[in-house]
């Protein structure tokens, strides 16, 4: 029954679409101002991306560390390894799951049983 549910969307993140992970307007406007241009921003959460530490980020942009900080606070870093993902599933699988979810079970425990077997 369950692969019969299954949908799986596949997006290639690679290519950023006009406004692909812009910002809520309405959060722009609660987000504290930068002292920074929008290309030293960039600059910033690409050196970050790269490793570097924002202390060092900010000598070599000539920046205060606070306005790095700033720029770097909603920065998406992928983890190394991650203990879970994100599944985009169809409502009908979501409320399989919901039905067969134990009682004092986690979603995680449920999928892990449901997908892995009891075992897990």
């Known amino acids: 029954m369950i692969k019969s549910l299954l949908r799986f969307t596949v997006i290639d993140m690679s290519k950023k ?3 692909a992970y812009e910002a809520n307007p309405n959060t722009k406007k609660l987000r504290p101002k930068i ?3 929008q290309q030293q921003i960039e600059d910033a959460r690409n050196a ?3 490793g570097s530490e924002p202390a060092d980020i900010a000598k070599q942009m000539g920046q205060p560390i606070e306005q790095i900080n700033l720029a770097l606070a909603n920065l998406r870093t992928g983890v190394a390894n991650p203990d879970r993902k994100t599944l985009n599933v169809s409502p009908e699988l979501h409320a399989h799951v919901m039905a067969n979810r134990k ?5 995680k425990q ?5 997908f892995l077997g009891e075992s897990k």
């Open 103 to 107: 009682q004092g079970e986690s979603i």
């Open 110 to 114: 449920t999928m892990d049983r449901l």
């Open 35 to 37: 002292g920074m241009s």
């Open 17 to 19: 679409s006009v406004g």
């Open 48 to 50: 970050r991306r790269q």
